[in-house]
């Protein structure tokens, strides 16, 4: 199995930064892409960025040219870096791991972290 946690939630203003970062532990081979969803109210959850074992990167357009995400491959960590954020940006951000595809001893639906939250206020 593997074990997800995010950290660096935080209340910010509107137009700070933040970064916020998940480390993934446990059976490694069940570690493939990594990814960054985002939980507001009344609202599904939303996927912000991603990044697979290739290095290629995805943002949501609300994100794009605001939030970079890099990968230490070595570590089985993402980090998120979170500029000119807006309060549209608040919500909890939950960090995700896929496993690679095929016959593994692992979870299809992947693995979440708790989350760590994030309020952007005025």
């Known amino acids: 199995q593997v074990h997800v946690m995010e950290s660096g939630g935080d209340s910010v203003q509107a137009g700070d930064s933040l970064r916020l970062s998940c480390v993934a532990s446990?059976?490694?081979?069940?570690?493939?892409?990594m990814g960054w969803f985002r939980q507001t109210p009344g609202k599904e959850r939303e996927v912000i960025a991603g990044?697979?074992?290739?290095?290629?990167?995805y943002y949501a357009d609300s994100v794009k040219g605001r939030f970079t995400l890099s990968r230490d491959y070595s570590k089985n960590t993402i980090s998120l870096q979170m500029s000119s954020l807006k309060i549209d940006d608040t919500g909890v951000y939950f960090c995700?791991?896929?496993?690679?595809?095929?016959?593994?001893?692992?979870?299809?639906?992947?693995?979440w972290g708790q989350g760590t939250r994030v309020d952007v206020s005025p």
């Open positions: 990044i697979n074992s290739g290095g290629y990167t």
């Open positions: 995700k791991v896929d496993p690679p595809a095929g016959p593994l001893p692992c979870s299809s639906d992947g693995y």
């Open positions: 446990g059976d490694t081979i069940c570690i493939s892409a």
